[in-house]
Structure formats: structure tokens, C-alpha cells
């Protein structure tokens, strides 16, 4: 049975394996020190068109969430974003584990905050000492329901967190995806320009895991590998994350293995807006959210495994399909196939 | 030139490599609820004659001290260990960012802590509210500078700890290079009798990371899962732990690997003791910590690298070479070679 | 100008005065383990005829609320309140400061939360090791808009948080007032029985400052005086404490202060709804919230001073009117002829 | 039994309690927002002929210290001091529980630390990402055994930090008693121009409880009411710090409560010496530490109340007798008459 649960369910991309089996016994420094990690950051720096940009490598992003938070804020402030945000709902508590309050603006459906918030979140703090202070700002791209932010989006909560002198920060935890969508106009060179730090996932993307995060502000990465090593992020054989990145920035191929799975998520959205049903939001990345009814969802079950969303009502849930790199055709072709068209009981 | 430097300075033992090709396509769950993690438990579990325990993966040692830790104490707890501790002095005060304290007790060149120490700390903080309270024992095995807690030295501190009501956890991260060698008797059946927790690392004795935590006192092992998630260890791709653990824990690779890197540490610690020189510190494990002239450091530099320990006089340098399952006899028997007799300038 | 602003205006009621006078040159020991101190818990056990309680004092809210909860959840667990708890709102993030994420419930206008809320989140977060775990309730008695709950929700609330497993907190900050007040049922027996620990505000009814901690689930309150020394707030004069809890627990005097307050509110409610005013909440207490127009605001604020709460549209506010045990009859009668009946603009 | 226990024994000097009667229903803003507080720090500005500098108050030391270092630290700094530091050993972690390393440098029986520690200190890490980072120095005057700090070593110890970029610290708990020492050259003046930031104490010094945090260096006081607020030490009636300090900083009653109290130690050092014991320490304050045979402890123990300090060996004991401005000569006296001879077994 084919499972659409996520996009971390297989291994890596096959030039990954060749490159981890063709350098294996060579010896390099460890922690980061290497020179895969130094040709890796020099090949993102490139693709940023930031020949000035920190690049540090880490291992998961609940990991580089926390890190990259704890690294910024005082211990009075706290990350502004969406109440859907994965630092809000979706770590454990990572932030708050480091002493930060993650404050949480509502948003719609598409998990999107916009620069009025920001503002307004500044001017309703008012320096109000018995209140956790803003220190900086949380989005992702796309968004925890695939949704992006356009380059207009982007620069106008580029702009309010500036004037605001809040830090502007990325998690790009599915970033490929979006750079890969030809409904997202936001390149890599956008987000070095109009973000403080950003982080490009490789886990979801290609990677055994990995995240490689980038400083365009580079005031914010000094000493930035104390607290890889006191978050417990610094690995021992740093070279593994050099060797992946590179690998993955060698030739466009982190896009290129995106572009794949974004087509087949497209066509699994067309299949089912064709057959009468309703998205949860517009995504145009490799995260697809379907409103179903309960009969359909468990007549799919019997030959796909997907995950549930969230409950719409008694009768109907939000279900999700996830593409990945790895995802052939032919389970997409018998996913579209098996869409019964949907009965209208009127 | 060859590089003494560390036992990480390559990838992996080829077995798995061949694992990761192999499966590299199958889909499994997430974040270590897959069969090979589930595999790999099981394994251990028996290697340990431990059928009750609990194990799990993590990535790397700073990573899981800070987690184990963190999930025992409480607030006002703090960790006893040797004042040369892993987690006293290199990592970045992992231990105080989550929020405790590291009692450091004095220890002799061997890094190694006893019952008597333990009792006694016990004994002084005599319910002093004022304190950090001692909430646990952290020892390592083998120590940071290479030496072995015995059986009887690990039963008595086992004791001792079990009086004073205080769990004993031990950082296993060159675990292996100890039950490798032929003068330490501490099995893996002895560390899940005698403590509440282990940890048996994978990242410096042949698997490109991670660390497998075993509790035998199942008791400290409930809601696990949430720490390792909230202090950034919860591996998407979970099953690159298991499927390493599962290839280590397969015909006891584990320790035939370590064994082969002891037998050479033998090998150059015999050398040096031939020729004349001193060791720093009795290691029967990986590590090897010699005494040199600073001529002969800049000579044997010449040809090989090692890392410089401590700084012994105004002559003379403490240096470590350091074996792993990657080393060749070749290397071992060009530095052995490559060692000048001590000169006595008497 | 007379200020209703807040009920922490003034000093101390004169017995506390009388009695910090007359026992200024006795020698006792520090920290809380003087007769004052014991004698003041025992008056307080006697009042809550919870004999077997344990009683601490402390010096504010604030250090109140962090140093309970941390000493109660666990790293990965984080309290349920209402989304305008003091917690959540006006600790400037010291609940996060302790490692412990504020899990905020949406509420009504009244700052309540029920009991099939903390079910509901129970069952929400169904072991997901992803999110933090909810480990215990926090409400406050009266709430933050001046509202009680009555024995009937205290004890639905009790009931849920005993099903689920978390400990029931109560932040008595001014529970004097709820105490006082003719319209609320709950009692300090009540408390001690239906909660499993909760405070009762010093600093806001009649002393110079002081909050004291009642466990009537003293396995919670082990080694808790190493959690207020750890948290800042172990006075050295912890005499202090224990004077002034003695004088507000000798003949009924915490309530008698309340009374009046309390008695006083409701006479500036009554007179607002008399000409006219809408409360923003039902409140018992002494805490009075009037949507005004800004221009009767404004008119108001030439004789008297008084918190804007919330803004209700271009026209309207809500304001608080705050009475204390200081507060004279006369400030009150000047206060209610100074109100402008409500002019009807249709 | 008179005791000389410590000198948080007795309440407050006359003059504070006839401050808060005087002034007890006198309405002011909260939270330190108030004319009393305004008018102490003007005083304390005057007093240290720092104008420009930023005064704030809480409540207590431990908190105190834990708020100053929080709010200067990076996470992944520590702050140098004695190893006997208050910081260090009688704070129940309340620093690590701030998430910081407390990095103890070893010191002599006079609880100090020196400019050579702290510049071998940052030259030792080096960089080192694996260690915790230097990040201030806190030193304590007088230490925590009685010992001053000379101007010659204070300003060794100013340029030290400065050069390495580490703000510099003092704890005054018991500053006036150093102040007030006739062996003590370091003035305010010297303290607000070679320190980054110190505080007065008040608890031990004639106020019920109090601590004045004065920035010379005012870059490290901005936000500094946040951190306050965060480690619950924003008291609602701050004024009642405001009034302590502006009574304290009246006229010099500051350091004239704290010479009486340093005369008598004086009196009772002599007494002991000119008896033939030893002192522990070279202490010019209010606290003289004592080297007694266990028979004559036990002996001074039926008419005087002191603390044990350490065990010297079998037989001997040190012990601490404390004064303070409420020690009547009465009591010293009779202390003085009771002394015996020390019996030479020769």
C-alpha cells in the first residue's frame, strides 16, 4: 500500500548515497570544520546571490527552530507568529524550553501572518514591561498548509520587521518545494535579501535529514556555533550535512527533485477538484489538504495511507497528500484513479 | 598524513553503507516508529540480557546527556560527576540551559569518581535548601581521558547510588572501545543491572551517528519521547538510527569493530612505553594519552596528526592518539616506527 | 485627585504596621522557619481547616505563579488557563522564563474556563509526543475581570483535573475580594478541599506585600522551599511574611479589609448602572470594568484617576475602578455624584 | 541567648519603620514608578557621584544576582567568580536555573578572585565553541568570608575586564560594611566608575529587605524592568523600596548603621586574637570567622547563639559570629568576657 503520509518516509536521493559511499573513508575534521561543509556553504551562497551570507549547517528543524530563536532573542522577548506555526504547535515546547514565549497571531487558512500584525503587535506591546517584549519574526514558506508567501508578502513583513527592528526569520523546512512551485514567485535570492536568517530543509526534500541555515544578516551569526553545540546540534561528523548539501546544491538538483514532487501534488489536487471535492486551503506546493467525506476517506484507505488533517464536521475531514522526491507516477496515476466522483445528496 | 586526531573522522563501517543502499526506497513511519528502529531495540535489548528495558535513538552524545538529564532532574537537582565530565566541560553548558547545575567532584588523572564521593556529597548537602540538591550521578565509561570503572568500582557506585536514592546514568560514547578491551570486565548485561540508564554510542565507533539510550529503570523512562522532541533530537528519518543499531547490534559487529582500535591503541601505547616515555593516564581502551618532549611532538608531527591534551611543563606536552574501526595497521606501524627513543639529558 | 487605579496604591493596614513595630527588635531566624511564620500557617490551616496543608509564604504574584508551576510540571508539560490569565498575559513571559509553554483556552468576558475545556485539551492532545502535554490547570479566584467561580464550576473543574491527572491550581492574587463578597459561594475550605494548591494575596488586601502557598496535596509540596530559594524569592526576614499573615489570619481581618472593598464596588457599580452603563463583566469583587463614552471619560479623569481597560470602538471604553481596603466612603460618594447620567443619542 | 547568628536577625533601623507609618496611605503608582523610588535613586546617583547612572531595586540578593546575570549573559555564557561565590554554592542554581554556567575559579580562604584569573580565564577558553564562553565576572564586596577588595585590586580587576570585554560585577550584600570598614578603601565612587553594574544591600544593612542595582555602564540597563518583572521581582508597593533607600541614602545612614556594626565585629576579633586563637580570615567587617577548639564552642554555646562555618580538623572548628546594626555593645561585651584563654597541651 502506497503511503502519501509524509515527505520524510523514505531514505535520500541516490546521488546522496553515492557521495556518502565514494568519501566514506576519507578523514576530515569533525564539527563542522570540513571542507564539504565549506564548499556546501559556498554553493548556497552562490544559489542565494549572498557572497556574504553565514551558512551553518544542522540536523532537524525542531533543532534549528530552537537554535536559531534562542540564539537571537533577550530572554523577555518573544518570536511573533501564526497560531499555526510549527514553533507554536508542533515542537514540544522547544521554544518555551529555552525560556521564550512564542506569541501567536491568528490566521487564516493558509497559515500566512501579513506586516499589519507584525505592526500592530508592536504598537499594542507599547514597551509594557509586565508583557513578553516582540523580538523577532516567525514564518514559514510555505506555510504548514503549503500556502506561500509572494515576493510582495514577503517585502512588505521585510519592511514592517525592519521599521520595527524585529529580526525576520524563515523556516524553510519544505522550502524547496516552494522555490520549485510555479505559483511561488520567491527565489532563493529574495529570501537572502528581505529575511535576517532563513533555513533550507533538506530532510523533507531529498536529504537523509539536514538544514542549512543562512545568515544574510550576518550581525546575528556571531557565535552562532555556541549554541549549535549547547543545543546539541552540533554533529561530531559534520561532513555527512557538507557532503548533502553540497550534493543537493550541485546543479540545481534541490530544486529539480522538488519540481517532481510538486507536478505530482498538482495533479493529485487537480484530480480531486475535478471530481467535485473541496480543498482546505490553496496550496500550491507538495501538501495537499482535501475535504472529504468520511465514506471516501475510508474507501481510499484501502489502498493509499494518507493522513487526517483536521475534522470539518460529522460527516466530512480534511485529509492530507504528501509528495516527495521520491514518489513514483504510477501511485499517483492509481491515487487519481481511485477518486470516486463526488455524489451530491440533494 | 595520517590523522590520529579522533574516532570520527570518517563515515562509516561498510555493512552500513550496504544498509542504507538497501532500503533507501522502502517507505517507513517518522521520528523512530519504524521496524528497524524496533529491530534494533530488540537487539539491544538481548545484547544487554535486558528484556524489560527501554530503548531509544538519538544523534549525538551532547545531544542525549542533555535530554537524559533533563528528563530525571528536577529544578533544583543537580548532576554529580568528575570535574573533567563530558558534560562539565565541553558541552557548552548544554546541562545549565536546561537549567541545572553540574556538581563537579574532584578526580585523579583517570577521570573516575567513587562511591565514597557520592555518599559524601550526599552526606554534605544534608537537605540544605540553600543547595542544589544532588539528583543523580552522570560517570563516564570508558572516562574522557580513556581509563575503565571496573565491575566492582561500578557496583559499589551502583550501590551507593541506590542508597542515596540517586539514578546512575552513564555516558556511553566510546562505550564500545571499553567491552573491547581485555582489561575491562563491564559487560553490557553488568551496565543494565547496575545503572537506570546507559547510553551506547554509535557515532565514534563505526555508525556515522547516533547514540542508543537504554533504561533499565523503565521507571524514568515514561513520556521519553517528549523530551527527546523537545530538546531537538526527534529524527524524522528515525529509521537511519535503527538501521544502524540494527547493523552494529548484528553478529556483535559492535564490538568486533572497537575491538581491532583498542588492539592498535595497545599497540602504540606498547610503542611508547618501549621507547621510554610516560603515559599521562592508564587507558586499556582507544585512547592513548602520552607524554612527549616537545621536540618529539614537532617530529612525529611531521608525519602524523594528533590533538595536544594539556600542557605538562615548560618542555613537555601531553598528546593524544586516538584509534577507531577505520584505522589501518599500516598507520599504527608507521608511527610506531616513526617514535625516537627518549633522550635522558643527564 | 483620588485614583481608583489599582488596589495596590497605599501600604499595609495598621495592625501590620503596629505589628512590624513592636516585634522589630526580636531576634529570629531567617528564611522562614520563624514562630511568626509557623504561627501564620497554623491560622491559615485552621481557616481552610485543612490541617494537614502546608503553607508557604512568598513575596508577590508573579514569583507566586513561576515558582508553583515550575516546581509542578514537567520539562515537556505546560499549564492550562484562559487566554487572559495572569500567566499568560502579565508575567512578561516568567512562566516561559521556567522552560514551561502557557497553554491559553479561549474564554468569555468574564476570564473563566470550565471544565470541559480541560477535557477537551486532554483528549486533544492524545499523547502527542509533537506537543506539550498539558500538566496541569492554573485559574485565578477571583479572575483578572474581578468574576468568581462558584463551588459548582470549582468543583466540576476539581472533578476533570482529578479524572485527568493534573493538578488544580488557584492564583488567589485578591481572593480576599471573592471571599467578601456576597455573591460568591466559594470559601477558603472550598479551595483547600477542591484544589490541589492555591494562594491567598497579601499584597492586594491589606499588607505591604506577601502571598501565601496552601497545598492541600502535600505530595506536590516536597521540597518546594528549594524552589523559592531557587526562584528568587526566599526573604532573609521571612519573619516578615509570617507577621503579616498572622495579623490578617487573627480574627477574620484578611475578609473584614475585603469586606469594605468589596462593598464599596458594588456601590460605584450600582451607580454607573443606574445612569445608565453597561459593565464589561459581571463582577462581584472589587474590580469594576464600565464601558464609557470617551467623553464621560474624559470628564471623569478631571477629578479622578482610573485604568482605560480595552477599547471598545471609536467611542467607547471599558475602564476599571479598583477599591481596596484604603479606599474612604467619601473618595466613593464623590466618585458616584461626579457620574453624568447616560445621554441616549437617538 | 543572645545571637550572632547573621545580621538578617531583627527587623529595619527606626527610621524606616517611621518612613512607611508616616507615609502608609499615601497613594503612588506601582511597580517601582513612584516618587520614593525616584528620589532614593537620585540619592544613591549623588552618593556614588554617578549622575548618569541607572538605578533599579528588588527585593532580595539571590534574586538580584539571578536577574543581573540573566539580563547580561548570552545564553551561551557563563560568569567567572570564587568558587566560595554566593552565586556559586548558596543559590540553589538559580543562575543555571537562568540557563547559565556558573564558572568558579578557585580562590583562597579570603573568597577572592584576581585580574590574572580572569585574563588566564579568556585566554584558556580561546574561542573554544565547545566550553562555555566567559561572559562577566562577578566578584562579591566584602566576600562571602568578609574580605575587601582593595581599590589597587578592584581597578586590576576593572582594566582586566574591560580589556576582555567582560562587564564586571559586584555583589554588595553587605556593602555597607565594607563601606563602612576603616580597613576598606573602595568607595561608591570607585565602585560606580570601575564596575559595569553592582548593587547596594539593603536586607542585611538596616532595611527590612531591599537591594539598589546601580549600571554605570548603562548600555547593559536598558530593558532592565523587563527582567525584573521576569524573575518576579517587580514588587506591586515598590515604593516600599523607594522609602528604604531613600531613608538609608538620608544623611548617610547607610554606612553609619553599618560602622557601628563593624566596630563591634572589630571588638570581638580582638578579643579572640588577644585570647590566642586564629582567625580563618582576614576580615575588616562585620563578620568574624573563628577558629575554636570544639570544647570552647561548646562552651561559648550556652550564652551565645552563632554558626558553624567549617570543620577545621577533630578537634577544631571555625565559626562565624555575625553583627549588624541592631548588635547592642551589651552583647558584645558579654561575648568578650567569655572568652577563655586558649589552653596550650603543650
Redesign the interface.
Known amino acids: 500500500m502506497?503511503?502519501f503520509?509524509?515527505d520524510?518516509?523514505?531514505?535520500?536521493v541516490?546521488e546522496i548515497?553515492d557521495a556518502?559511499?565514494s568519501?566514506?573513508?576519507?578523514?576530515?575534521?569533525?564539527?563542522g570544520m570540513d571542507p564539504y561543509c565549506r564548499e556546501a556553504a559556498d554553493l548556497i551562497r552562490n544559489a542565494c546571490s549572498a557572497p556574504g551570507a553565514e551558512v551553518f549547517f544542522l540536523?532537524?528543524?525542531?533543532?534549528?527552530n530552537?537554535?536559531v530563536i534562542?540564539?537571537i532573542l533577550?530572554?523577555?522577548q518573544?518570536a511573533l507568529c501564526a497560531s499555526t506555526a510549527h514553533i507554536a504547535?508542533?515542537?514540544?515546547?522547544?521554544i518555551?524550553?529555552?525560556?521564550?514565549?512564542?506569541l501567536a497571531l491568528p490566521c487564516g487558512a493558509d497559515g500566512k501572518i501579513n506586516s499589519q500584525q507584525v505592526r500592530k503587535a508592536v504598537l499594542d506591546h507599547n514597551h509594557d514591561?509586565?508583557?513578553?517584549?516582540p523580538g523577532m519574526v516567525y514564518i514559514s514558506q510555505p506555510t504548514e498548509v503549503g500556502a506561500v508567501y509572494s515576493v510582495k508578502e514577503l517585502s512588505e513583513l521585510s519592511d514592517a520587521c525592519r521599521e520595527c527592528g524585529l529580526p525576520l526569520y524563515v523556516d524553510g523546512a519544505r522550502l524547496g518545494y516552494a522555490l520549485a512551485s510555479p505559483l511561488c514567485d520567491v527565489s532563493l535570492e529574495d529570501l537572502a535579501a528581505l529575511t535576517d536568517v532563513f533555513y533550507i530543509g533538506g530532510?523533507?526534500q531529498g536529504a537523509?535529514?539536514g538544514e542549512a541555515v543562512v545568515f544574510g544578516n550576518t550581525s546575528l551569526a556571531e557565535?552562532f556555533?555556541?549554541?549549535?553545540?549547547?543545543?546539541?546540534?552540533?554533529?561530531?561528523?559534520g561532513?555527512?550535512l557538507g557532503l548533502q548539501f553540497k550534493t543537493l546544491f550541485t546543479g540545481n538538483l534541490y530544486v529539480e527533485v522538488a519540481r517532481g514532487a510538486v507536478q505530482k501534488a498538482l495533479q493529485i489536487r487537480d484530480a480531486f477538484l475535478a471530481a467535485g471535492y473541496e480543498m482546505l486551503s490553496e496550496s500550491p506546493t507538495n501538501q495537499q489538504f482535501v475535504i472529504l467525506p468520511n465514506d471516501v476517506v475510508a474507501s481510499l484507505r484501502r489502498n493509499f495511507s494518507f493522513e487526517d488533517w483536521i475534522r470539518i464536521d460529522e460527516g466530512h475531514t480534511a485529509v492530507r497528500f504528501c509528495t516527495s522526491w521520491?514518489t513514483p507516477q504510477q501511485a499517483v496515476d492509481e491515487l487519481k484513479s481511485a477518486i470516486p466522483a463526488l455524489q451530491n445528496l440533494s
Open positions: 502506497y503511503s503520509d509524509s520524510y518516509l523514505e531514505g535520500c541516490p548515497l556518502l559511499a568519501t566514506n573513508l576519507e578523514q576530515t575534521p569533525g564539527y540536523e532537524g528543524g525542531t533543532q534549528t530552537a537554535t534562542a540564539s533577550k530572554p523577555y518573544g504547535v508542533h515542537e514540544t515546547g522547544a518555551e524550553h529555552g525560556g521564550h514565549k512564542v514591561v509586565h508583557c513578553v517584549q530532510t523533507k537523509l535529514f557565535d556555533r555556541y549554541c549549535i553545540k549547547q543545543n546539541g546540534g552540533m554533529m561530531a561528523k561532513r555527512l521520491a
